[in-house]
């Protein structure tokens, strides 16, 4: 090769290199709360360049107490959204919200109810009896739906402030909370491993950390939103299954609170509870939802009254982008 062929040469790769990284489309990813491993399938695709194979170049816009992700969605100012459950998807067709599901990364909600070993709540049925540290959020949702379903009463009720120490030092109390988080936090405070019950396994069925976008940018841009469901099912693969230091990193850097120990917690409960990775996902792949899943959510809240019961709820999630198998090969073969 000439020195002319030379220059020539690298000036042709150096334009390529310069192409594709133009071809890259800018989004951002809104989460629900501080960067936490219950979020690490996008850090991971992040970090590992999974969003980046898909062309996509992904800003991950932590949440918090002080943010609001899903009107900075609604507003058009970011592209993607995480949703808690498909109680607040149904909320957004009764207010003409612009932004529908698109996915689900966890097939089971982790909301549990905890109780204190030995002191008589140690079955599912025994919960109703106890004094009840219930946050605002759940009291006007899956409150309603166990008050209809298990006799669960509102004279039981106390305010959780998220502070275990009240049902720490409370043998006849349950408390709220994610399985997640909270049951390592009671164990490192109050020294004891507590009984804990998921709602999931109990017939609260919806979707959790869902990913939603705006109606119009699916219809515009249907391309754009297929390759970040799919890039974010193989990052939960990943996450899951394979080496996720660098991801867990990342989340650390965001969150500088976030403890090693509390990370391997949060993965280690997600596999056992089949949060992300479980039912429909291991045929259809992470992200999976069908018609029938949703219907039955929303009959059991439109039962209960948390919504209405004529509300045109299909317009609240977009099937078009999930169950196409997408990451299946990754997970383990046993």
């Given at each position: 090769?000439?020195?002319?062929?030379?220059?020539?040469?690298?000036?042709?790769?150096?334009?390529?290199?310069?192409?594709?990284?133009?071809?890259?489309?800018?989004?951002t990813f809104?989460t629900n709360?501080?960067?936490?491993?219950?979020?690490?399938?996008?850090?991971?695709?992040?970090?590992?360049?999974?969003?980046?194979?898909?062309?996509?170049?992904?800003?991950?816009?932590?949440g918090?107490p002080?943010?609001?992700?899903?009107l900075l969605?609604?507003?058009?100012?970011?592209e993607?959204a995480?949703?808690?459950?498909?109680i607040?998807?149904?909320?957004?067709?009764?207010?003409?919200?612009?932004?529908?599901v698109?996915?689900?990364?966890?097939?089971?909600?982790p909301?549990?109810?905890?109780?204190?070993?030995?002191?008589?709540?140690?079955?599912f049925?025994d919960?109703?009896?106890?004094?009840?540290?219930?946050?605002?959020?759940?009291?006007?949702?899956?409150?309603?739906?166990?008050?209809?379903?298990?006799?669960?009463r509102?004279?039981?009720v106390k305010?959780?402030?998220?502070?275990p120490?009240?049902f720490?030092?409370d043998?006849?109390?349950?408390?709220?909370?994610?399985a997640?988080?909270?049951?390592?936090?009671?164990?490192?405070?109050?020294?004891?491993?507590?009984?804990?019950?998921?709602?999931?396994d109990?017939?609260?069925?919806?979707?959790?950390?869902?990913?939603?976008?705006?109606?119009?940018?699916?219809e515009k841009n249907?391309?754009?939103?297929?390759?970040?469901?799919?890039?974010?099912?193989?990052?939960?693969s990943n996450?899951?299954?394979?080496?996720?230091?660098a991801a867990?990193a990342?989340?650390?850097?965001?969150?500088?609170?976030i403890?090693d120990?509390?990370i391997?917690?949060?993965?280690?409960?997600m596999?056992?509870?089949?949060i992300v990775?479980?039912g429909?996902?291991?045929?259809?792949?992470?992200?999976?939802?069908t018609?029938?899943?949703?219907k039955?959510?929303?009959?059991?809240?439109?039962?209960?009254?948390?919504?209405?019961?004529?509300?045109?709820?299909?317009?609240?999630?977009?099937l078009?982008?999930v169950n196409?198998?997408?990451?299946?090969?990754?997970?383990?073969?046993?």
């Open positions: 090769m000439t020195h002319c062929q030379s220059i020539i040469a690298s000036a042709l790769a150096l334009l390529s290199l310069a192409t594709t990284a133009q071809a890259a489309d800018k989004v809104g709360w501080l960067a936490e491993a219950e979020h690490g399938g996008y850090y991971q695709a992040v970090a590992d360049g999974t969003f980046a194979k898909y062309g996509l170049e992904v800003k991950i816009l932590q918090g002080q943010a609001n992700n899903r969605l609604a507003a058009g100012r970011i993607f995480m949703g808690a459950n498909m607040q998807a149904f909320t957004a067709v009764e207010q003409n919200a612009p932004s529908v698109v996915a689900s990364h966890f097939q089971k909600d909301i549990v109810f905890m109780s204190h070993p030995g002191a008589g709540f140690d079955k049925e919960l109703p009896k106890a004094t009840a540290f219930i946050g605002k959020d759940t009291l006007v949702s899956a409150w309603q739906w166990l008050k209809l379903t298990y006799g669960f509102d004279e039981k305010p959780y402030t998220f502070n120490a009240p720490i030092a043998k006849n109390a349950i408390q709220q909370g994610y997640t988080s909270e049951p390592f936090e009671v164990e490192r405070q109050g020294k004891f491993k507590p009984n804990v019950f998921l709602l999931a109990y017939g609260y069925d919806t979707y959790s950390t869902t990913v939603e976008a705006r109606r119009d940018m699916i249907p391309d754009l939103v297929q390759r970040f469901v799919d890039a974010s099912a193989i990052g939960w996450y899951l299954y394979g080496d996720n230091a867990n990342a989340i650390k850097k965001d969150n500088p609170d403890s120990e509390q391997a917690f949060s993965i280690a409960k596999k056992e509870n089949g990775d479980s429909d996902t291991l045929t259809k792949g992470i992200g999976a939802m018609d029938e899943r949703v039955s959510f929303f009959d059991k809240m439109a039962k209960a009254g948390v919504v209405k019961a004529d509300l045109d709820y299909k317009k609240s999630y977009d078009r982008f196409k198998g997408v990451g299946l090969s990754l997970r383990p073969k046993n």
